[in-house]
């Protein structure tokens, strides 16, 4: 192939498949909002099922229903007929995706969740499949055709069950009043996780960069390069905040005056310092350091200062 025939192929499948999403529209109707409805009111879990490349879009939903309140967990349609049958509860509602609904997996395990007395959603793309008239509900994700130059690979079929997967998530999320508090009990970990719960006072460097208004500005320069923060806090005598001098704040002080012997702390500083308090979020940190183009922040506890907190803190971290 040349490479505008590659273009022109990688083009008209992103169509296609952009196609096939916007064509779900049609689709959410009754039975979908019942299915909403169904699994949001379930005291037990969605259980979820499929074979062939439906089994791993019925896993990808399971993770996003997890990471977002609604417990499901993934059953092989081969597997639950040779004993994983087990893990389905009287409570739970089961899911099972497949597209053309009449597989022969999908013939046996059909009968026996339903003389389980589960209540049963189907999700394909064949109306008149043994699965969309046995199931109690059915998610229609019909595709006219698949990207696949032969039209049997699936990969329209494939993108629309994910994105009703996802539909699903989002209303459920909707109606738990689910919100990033929530996520963030469910991400602890990784990038994500700490933009949603690290706080500043997890970052800062705790009150070991401040000094008096009345400090000389050998005191200053010593404190600056110790604490290796590129700034000092200036207190008054309360331990309130009095101003701020970073190491910008030395170069204009030299380009200024050729004597400092006499200078002090006052002389020197920036008064109304960005400041941001310590139970703030430390993404909120980054977005004011972002915003003000600065290195750095005074950390505040009712106009007390607790300690600083740098842009290198939040780097290694992973909030940026």
Do not use: W
């Amino acid at each position: 192939m040349q490479p505008d025939q590659i273009i022109a192929t990688a083009r008209r499948t992103i169509q296609s498949q952009a196609q096939s999403v916007s064509d779900l529209n049609a689709f959410i109707q009754e039975d979908f909002v019942r299915a909403v409805q169904q699994i949001s009111a379930c005291p037990g879990r969605l259980v979820i099922s499929g074979i062939g490349k439906s089994a791993l879009i019925a896993q990808k939903i399971v993770a996003t229903l997890n990471s977002t309140g609604t417990p499901a967990l993934f059953m092989h349609a081969a597997d639950a007929i040779h004993g994983d049958l087990g893990m389905i509860r009287p409570e739970d509602i089961v899911l099972i995706i497949s597209k053309s609904g009449d597989s022969p997996e999908i013939k046996v395990l059909v009968p026996l969740v339903r003389g389980f007395g589960n209540f049963l959603i189907g999700m394909g793309g064949k109306l008149d499949s043994f699965l969309a008239q046995h199931a109690n509900l059915y998610l229609n994700t019909t595709v006219q055709q698949e990207s696949c130059p032969n039209n049997l690979a699936p990969t329209n079929s494939t993108t629309a069950q994910m994105v009703m997967g996802d539909a699903l998530a989002v209303c459920l999320m909707e109606m738990k009043g689910f919100a990033s508090a929530d996520f963030a009990r469910y991400h602890p970990g990784g990038a994500l996780g700490k933009k949603l719960y690290l706080r500043v006072a997890d970052l800062m460097h705790a009150d070991t960069s401040s000094l008096q208004v009345q400090s000389t500005v050998k005191e200053v320069i010593l404190a600056i390069t110790q604490n290796r923060l590129g700034a000092v806090a200036i207190l008054h005598s309360n331990n309130q905040i009095a101003g701020v001098i970073t190491d910008g704040d030395i170069r204009r002080m030299l380009e200024k005056h050729d004597q400092i012997g006499t200078l002090s702390a006052a002389d020197i500083m920036s008064a109304e310092p960005r400041c941001i308090n310590a139970d703030a979020m430390a993404a909120a940190a980054f977005e004011t350091m972002r915003h003000h183009n600065i290195n750095q922040l005074l950390v505040k506890d009712d106009n007390t200062f607790v300690g600083i907190i740098h842009i290198q803190d939040l780097i290694r971290e992973g909030i940026i």
